[in-house]
């Protein structure tokens, strides 16, 4: 089917997590050329700004850039779905349930107000840290990396990206270790070797990763 079909189903998700539905909205959109900038931009907004240490605080970053997203959508394809993606409060609690879904609550405005529920939260070197959120942070950093590379072959755009992710994930070892080895691999693909090898440097002087070693030998 069409990028249009996925949409409404992509939307009750979004309502419901934002996280994960900012994510799976704008893949849906990198099936259509003319919404590839909306997609990359959705990406971004998810792997940059969207906080990693409460799920509350991740829910409101991701219904912002949605209902941005969706102000462009909106006009194009004469819906309203921006005025559906719920506002979450990020000084809600989010570490009660492992449930995803939102909890709804109607103010005298008649507005809706959720209170995310998020799922497993867990301690590490940079604090506690979301495991849905990281999860899908990631996929992000995936898809981003994926067309930078292979889409476009614009790599220089591909370090930068794994950058980026690797100053975020630098206290979640996996998440760390998979942007150093991405970072590395574009580095490569983009011919830039002394920088390759500067970063792989200083990373392992950071953390000891056989990953990271194993990529290097390849590379």
């Known amino acids: 089917g069409t990028w249009q079909s996925a949409l409404p189903p992509a939307v009750d998700l979004a309502i419901c997590n934002p996280v994960t539905g900012l994510y799976v909205i704008a893949r849906v959109l990198l099936q259509d050329p003319t919404k590839i900038a909306l997609a990359i931009q959705g990406l971004k907004d998810l792997l940059l700004d969207v906080p990693l240490d409460s799920f509350a605080a991740a829910a409101s970053?991701?219904?912002?850039?949605?209902r941005g997203c969706f102000?462009?959508?909106?006009?194009?394809l004469g819906t309203?779905?921006?005025?559906?993606?719920?506002?979450?409060s990020s000084a809600a609690s989010s570490s009660s349930s492992s449930n995803f879904g939102p909890t709804?609550?109607?103010?005298?405005?008649?507005?809706?107000?959720?209170?995310?529920?998020?799922?497993?939260a867990r301690d590490s070197a940079a604090g506690k840290v979301e495991d849905q959120v990281l999860a899908t942070k990631?996929?992000?950093?995936?898809t981003l990396w994926t067309h930078y590379i292979t889409t476009v072959s614009e790599p220089g755009q591909a370090v930068q990206i794994s950058l980026?992710?690797?100053?975020?994930?630098?206290?979640c070892h996996a998440a760390w270790q998979r942007a150093v080895c991405l970072a590395l691999k574009a580095f490569a693909a983009h011919g830039c070797w002394d920088d390759?090898?500067?970063?792989?440097?200083?990373?392992?002087?950071f953390c000891r990763s056989p990953e990271v070693i194993y990529q290097c030998g390849r590379l």
């Open 104 to 120: 709804l609550s109607r103010e005298r405005s008649g507005s809706y107000h959720c209170s995310p529920v998020g799922g497993r």
């Open 138 to 142: 990631l996929l992000a950093l995936d």
């Open 80 to 88: 309203d779905v921006a005025s559906k993606i719920p506002r979450y």
């Open 196 to 205: 390759l090898w500067e970063l792989a440097s200083a990373e392992l002087a």
């Open 71 to 76: 102000k462009v959508l909106d006009r194009e």
């Open 164 to 171: 980026s992710a690797i100053a975020q994930f630098r206290g």
């Open 61 to 66: 970053s991701a219904s912002m850039a949605l």
